[in-house]
């Protein structure tokens, strides 16, 4: 079993519509949890991190259940230029500084 | 100018031959990280670094070894390249995260390796 798993879609929505990816940890340990956003062949960058209390970031909105080990983001008014990868990724049970991605979530938003 | 910068960005290879990937970064951090990307699997840790002349092993070091010679180079090499090591390389930098925080990783522009 992966350690991250996600969806790899394609999720292919219209523009303005919301949309939303999961994600589940096997590691209960797990402390830090984030989305990293990845274009295509170019390099992740961290979206948001990902707190118990539930964040929010403009249209974006990341919740954390860790009695579940389930994540979840969530894209409100979805605009062309939020097509991308999107890469859930916890740390480590036994450190803060390893990083275990999961292999990403598609997004496709069409015009 | 990038803050993390990857050479070179592309390279084609011979099965067998030596391959030196260069990382360098201008962010300061004392942490540097050496990844894999292989379509479906994520992204995978190789080496790691916490600072001059640390050097750990990652979740997949095998056929791999790295050079942490200044604080802003980070180099990786493939003594005997293998086709199963084609696949797309970042490099990544953080500085030390608090005690039970951890801090953002900035990946560079990424190396596609090809290996016949």
């Known amino acids: 079993r992966k350690e991250v798993e996600q969806d790899p879609g394609p999720f292919n929505v219209p523009e303005g519509a919301t949309v939303a990816f999961n994600c589940t940890y096997s590691n209960s340990a797990s402390q830090s949890f984030f989305w990293y956003r990845q274009d295509c062949r170019k390099e992740p960058k961290l979206l948001m991190s990902?707190?118990?209390s539930g964040n929010e970031d403009g249209r974006f909105t990341a919740q954390l259940n860790r009695a579940s080990q389930y994540i979840s983001l969530l894209i409100r008014d979805s605009k062309l230029s939020d097509s991308a990868t999107y890469l859930c990724v916890v740390t480590s049970g036994d450190s803060s500084y390893k990083l275990i991605f999961g292999s990403g979530t598609r997004l496709l938003v069409r015009p | 100018d990038a803050d993390v910068t990857q050479t070179p960005r592309n390279r084609i290879t011979k099965t067998g031959k030596r391959i030196m990937l260069e990382c360098s970064q201008t962010?300061?951090?004392?942490?540097m990280y050496w990844y894999r990307q292989d379509p479906g699997l994520g992204l995978r840790l190789i080496y790691y670094?916490?600072?001059?002349?640390?050097?750990n092993k990652g979740e997949i070091s095998d056929g791999y070894s790295v050079s942490r010679q200044a604080q802003a180079k980070f180099s990786l090499s493939l003594e005997s390249a293998i086709p199963n090591q084609t696949a797309l390389y970042f490099c990544?930098?953080?500085?030390?995260?608090?005690?039970?925080?951890?801090?953002?990783?900035?990946f560079g522009p990424g190396t596609r390796l090809t290996v016949l």
């Open positions: 670094s916490f600072d001059v002349k640390d050097i």
């Open positions: 990544a930098t953080s500085l030390e995260g608090n005690s039970g925080y951890t801090d953002t990783q900035y």
């Open positions: 990902v707190y118990s």
């Open positions: 962010k300061g951090h004392d942490r």
